[in-house]
T-cell receptor, first 112, second 117 residues
């Protein structure tokens, strides 16, 4: 699976949008971009995933560049409960039951 | 989404004892489950893949005789830390994929914090 690069940390004001970047310059054509987050002392939580089109769900939006070498996770209106470590992972979706390899992630702190 | 539970949520044991951690998929069946370990301020490290009806597959550097995995049914996998030592103290997390979408989302348990005295 391709490797990802994320900033170590970022702060965000409550109520504002949080834009989390991820670089995956070696991504293959059949690899999806997944985002998970982990709130302190809890198991990770799935957020969103995509292949090449932008995706949106009730939690976030995922913007993938045309060359697919980078993406941005957008939390439209950050709340204090969004404080967590956010992980960007690329993997082959059709690799049934494929394991996830976590990098260091981005520690996001939402402040009042 | 699908729910994965773990039991116990927290355990403290003496050095040399064995500890069993259960991982259950509550509303779906999982032929495969994954076990991770996480040390403080570190990322999750995949330990092994648990396969229902067959032997677990361990990641490089993980001792299979120390971390025994049994996938007893389509909804239960157990991780037994044998002869635990203080360096085994960690946060253990399991996950299970639910093939409800082409993306094969993985659902994680809440984790088990093991402290070995």
């Amino acid at each position: 699976d391709a490797k990802t690069t994320q900033p170590t940390s970022m702060d965000c004001a409550e109520g504002r949008a949080a834009n989390l970047p991820c670089n995956h310059s070696t991504i293959s054509g059949n690899e999806y971009v997944y985002w998970y987050r982990q709130i302190h002392s809890q198991g990770p939580q799935y957020i969103i995933h995509g292949l090449k089109n932008n995706e949106t769900n009730e939690m976030a939006s995922l913007i993938i560049t045309e060359d697919r070498k980078s993406s941005t996770l957008i939390l439209p209106h950050a709340t204090l409960r969004d404080t967590a470590v956010y992980y960007c992972i690329v993997r082959v979706a059709t690799d049934s039951w494929g394991k996830l390899q976590f990098g260091a992630g981005t520690q996001v702190v939402v402040t009042p | 989404g699908a729910v994965v539970s773990q039991h116990p949520s927290r355990v403290i044991c003496k050095s040399g004892t064995s500890v069993k951690i259960e991982c259950r998929s509550l509303d779906f069946q999982a032929t495969t489950m994954f076990w991770y370990r996480q040390f403080p301020k570190k990322s999750l490290m995949l330990m092994a893949t648990s396969n229902e009806g067959s032997k677990a597959t361990y990641e490089q550097g993980v001792e299979k005789d120390k971390f025994l995995i049994n996938h007893a049914s389509l909804t239960l996998s157990t991780l037994t830390v044998t002869s635990a030592h203080p360096e085994d103290s960690s946060f253990y997390i399991c996950s299970a994929p639910s093939g409800t979408s082409g993306g094969n989302e993985q659902f994680f348990g809440p984790g088990t914090r093991l402290t070995v005295l």
